[in-house]
């Protein structure tokens, strides 16, 4: 069974940035589907970014579109995300997800991943 995990979680101050890394135990990532999800305090875990097997697509809330970024290093058997202009409402569990099935596109429900990882705690301070 392939096991993710995260890293780069902590806390900051609004405005400023993180990246989170996640790997596997196991198993590469070249042929998998890739997603970060969160769950803030209080609400259902939501997708924040995905990216395709391939990385040719990507997909990202609507709440983060232009402050953060998802991107795959298959040489580094490692998918992040880069987190900018952090806001409190970014204050959340963040989750890596991945799926070894054959689709070509980005997935964005949580039904569609296989593999998931413990979470890293991101906490923006106002």
């Known amino acids: 069974q392939v096991r993710l995990v995260e890293s780069g979680g902590g806390l900051v101050q609004a405005g400023g940035s993180l990246r989170l890394s996640c790997t596997p135990l196991g198993r590469a990532f070249s042929n998998f589907a890739l997603g970060w999800f969160r769950r803030a305090p209080g609400k259902e875990r939501e997708i924040v970014a995905a990216i395709s097997r391939t990385g040719g697509s990507t997909f990202y809330a609507t709440s983060v579109k232009g402050r953060f970024t998802i991107s795959r290093d298959n040489a580094k058997n490692t998918v992040y995300l880069q987190m900018n202009s952090l806001k409190p409402e970014d204050t959340a569990v963040y989750y890596c997800?991945?799926?070894?099935?054959?689709?070509?596109?980005?997935?964005?429900?949580?039904?569609?991943?296989?593999?998931w990882g413990q979470g890293t705690q991101v906490t923006v301070s106002s």
């Open positions: 997800a991945a799926d070894s099935g054959s689709n070509l596109y980005a997935l964005t429900r949580e039904y569609e991943y296989d593999y």
